[in-house]
């Protein structure tokens, strides 16, 4: 039944001892199994160690003696494996798991000394590629008809729709009441390791800590458990997630995560790195996937795939958000980016006057907008909106060109922003990628250039605080932070997400809480 998916931690440590202290850890922090790797253990005696291990284990535990051409440590001969799993099952262990391309060797040597009470896992890895859904299928079926209790197909993620494959066979084998451990290696695999009980999964794995995955792509124990909620998720729990490419530095699954827990909404939110929007809408159009924040490089694609367009991000030319209309299931648009980002520049800016106007502080404000992209174009709209003269600065003239004419601005080139002057007291707002983590020494515009502004804006918001607004701030020139800009999208898709007013006193401590 789907929604039991067990947690199963991979403990990888040198000695038994570190592997006694992690089983501990892993009890405590509230994994539901173990996996013994006996192929990472430095000097391993099968009988004093598996009697040590099993013995005093706090959970339940599986025990794996991986080989080399498998993608584990063991480069021995198979006898030798075979007996440590035989001593593992006599010890009470209670799952074994073997490799497909040696379980019925490995079933010969038991010869009839199979122990009951230890269930045995028949496993296959593919660390190139996911095969057809015919060809998992078949494989399922070789692995049931060698007697396993548990079958176990770990493939690799070449893209994010290879994952849905996947999904289907566990279904079906859920269906046929087979016990499956299915999961997809690699970071565009990730949605396989979280989703695990939506689709029927037997089983999960997830590291104690970053460094000691036993296989690409396995997300923390604690990311499962706090970020993703898994053992709440169910057949019928919603799917949204952030689309994009990167995705891993997102804190919207942190963000939205909590947000969703504290309306008690039955949904999670996950990060997607696609390749290919479109082909990742085709794939993924089930109603149970109901939205998606969508970020670089995909907002120009997210508006041409939308079926109906807020007529705002329409104007924009750019879509963040992507809702699932439940009636007839069509894709709707919208940008919440410019609300977001103008309005924590026009609080900041009356803030800092302290005077409160009956319109805009923006209006008549020379309004610097660097880059020319989905972002871009969301500021450059609610700026030229607010009654702001809007200029648009890009590495490429010409883009920057064509937004200028959209908008009714003025186009200039990166290069002759420097020496751009026109007048005191003008707005500059960065929505390049210029700053952002690793390269956080890299700024858009040169401290000198910067003197000439009232105010200076990033999109960015990991770091916190980019070079370019550390480098206004030292000047005098107030600032706004991405954050804000974040924090105030977010509670935008939230509410399209769930129709439920958004939380903004938990996001804001949660995304404190992040710092």
């Known amino acids: 039944m789907a929604g039991v998916s067990l947690v199963c931690v991979p403990l990888v440590a040198k000695s038994v001892e570190q592997m006694l202290s992690e089983m501990a850890t892993a009890k405590v922090r509230g994994a539901d199994v173990v996996e013994i790797r006996l192929d990472h253990l430095a000097s391993f005696e099968p009988r004093r160690d598996l009697d040590l291990l099993l013995r005093n284990r706090p959970l339940p535990a599986l025990v794996t003696y991986r080989p080399k051409w498998e993608g584990g440590e063991y480069e021995g001969d198979d006898g030798r494996r075979f ?155 919603k799917v949204y997630g952030i689309v994009g490419k990167p995705v891993g530095h997102s804190k919207g699954p942190i963000l939205h995560g909590a947000a969703f827990r504290s309306v008690g909404y039955d949904a999670v939110y996950l990060p997607l790195l696609v390749d290919d929007f ?145 007048e005191e007291g003008m707005i500059l707002a960065n929505t390049t990628s210029i700053g952002m983590h690793p390269n956080i020494h890299d700024t858009p515009l040169s401290k000198q250039a910067l003197k000439s502004y009232a105010l200076v804006f990033d999109a960015i918001y990991n770091p916190v605080v980019t070079r370019l607004l550390r480098e206004a701030e030292e000047l005098g020139v107030t600032i706004v932070t991405g954050m804000e800009m974040f924090i105030r999208q977010a509670m935008g898709q939230f509410e399209l997400f769930t129709g439920l007013p958004a939380p903004e006193k938990l996001m804001r401590d949660t995304l404190l809480s992040m710092q």
């Open 83 to 237: 007996e440590a799993l035989f001593l593992a099952m006599e010890f009470g262990a209670d799952y074994v798991d073997i490799e497909l391309k040696v379980a019925q060797e490995f079933l010969d040597y038991l010869s009839g000394k199979r122990q009951d009470r230890t269930k045995l896992i028949v496993s296959s890895h593919n660390y190139q590629s996911t095969p057809s859904t015919e060809d998992l299928s078949s494989l399922v079926a070789r692995i049931q008809a060698v007697g396993a209790d548990i079958v176990k197909i770990a493939t690799t993620a070449v893209d994010i729709v290879d994952v849905a494959r996947m999904f289907e066979v566990m279904v079906h084998c859920q269906e046929q009441q087979v016990p499956m451990i299915g999961l997809v290696m690699g970071e565009r695999g990730l949605i396989s390791r979280i989703l695990c009980p939506k689709f029927g999964g037997y089983l999960t794995f997830a590291t104690l800590s970053v460094g000691k995955e036993s296989a690409p792509g396995q997300p923390t124990l604690s990311d499962l458990l706090d970020i993703y909620n898994i053992k709440q998720i169910r057949a019928d729990t």
């Open 278 to 422: 479109a082909s990742f809408l085709h794939t993924y159009s089930s109603p149970d996937f109901a939205g998606f924040s969508v970020t670089m490089p995909h907002k120009e694609a997210a508006l041409a795939c939308s079926d109906e367009v807020d007529p705002i991000a329409k104007y924009i030319g750019a879509v963040n958000t992507l809702i699932k209309r439940p009636s007839d299931g069509k894709l709707i648009g919208y940008n919440t980016d410019y609300t977001g980002a103008i309005s924590a520049i026009e609080t900041t800016l009356q803030g800092s006057s302290g005077k409160v106007s009956a319109g805009s502080p923006l209006a008549d404000k020379v309004f610097v907008v660097l880059g020319a992209g989905g972002a871009g174009k969301a500021l450059a709209y609610g700026a030229k909106e607010k009654g702001a003269r809007v200029v648009i600065a890009n590495r490429t003239y010409e883009r920057a060109k064509e937004l200028a004419n959209l908008v009714g601005g003025q186009p200039i080139s990166l290069a002759d922003l420097e020496n751009f002057h026109p």
